[in-house]
């Protein structure tokens, strides 16, 4: 089965993956059509989010991915609308690296480094 995932700053250095922050834990929204997760899109991109790129991917892969990485997951079924939280994390993980902090920066771009190179192997 193939689904839908967010990718911010898609097939660059800094790429991200769309989670939401719940509580200490990160989920990944996974799309049943690409239709829903484009207008999950075009709601954060009115929310100043930059915009996010919609990637079809391998169901079995990227929930093996969100096992390894530790993240929760969900299914957003066909025809549902899902609605980003009215608030976002202050900063995000490509924000911080580009923050000047280096301690953060340096855990921040190895941890981003693994996940490109987890999603990469799923395209």
């Given at each position: 089965m193939?689904?839908?995932?967010l990718?911010?700053?898609?097939?660059?250095?800094n790429?991200?993956?769309?989670?939401?922050?719940?509580?200490?834990?990160?989920?990944?929204?996974?799309?049943?059509?690409?239709?829903?997760?484009?207008r999950?899109?075009?709601?954060?991109?009115?929310?100043?989010?930059?915009?996010?790129?919609?990637?079809?991917?391998?169901l079995?892969?990227?929930?093996?991915?969100?096992?390894?990485?530790?993240?929760?997951?969900?299914?957003?079924?066909?025809g549902?609308l899902?609605v980003?939280?009215?608030?976002?994390?202050?900063k995000t993980?490509?924000?911080?690296?580009?923050?000047?902090?280096?301690?953060?920066?340096?855990?921040?771009?190895?941890?981003?480094?693994?996940?490109?190179?987890?999603?990469?192997?799923?395209?």
């Amino acid at each position: 089965m193939r689904i839908y995932i967010l990718l911010f700053n898609a097939r660059t250095e800094n790429e991200g993956i769309h989670t939401l922050q719940i509580g200490d834990r990160n989920k990944i929204l996974m799309f049943e059509k690409e239709d829903d997760a484009s207008r999950y899109a075009m709601m954060l991109e009115a929310q100043d989010f930059p915009v996010p790129t919609v990637e079809e991917m391998d169901l079995d892969e990227i929930i093996e991915f969100c096992i390894s990485a530790d993240y929760d997951y969900e299914i957003i079924k066909d025809g549902t609308l899902a609605v980003p939280p009215e608030s976002n994390v202050p900063k995000t993980d490509w924000e911080l690296k580009s923050s000047g902090d280096e301690e953060t920066t340096e855990m921040s771009s190895a941890e981003l480094e693994k996940i490109r190179r987890r999603l990469e192997g799923l395209l």
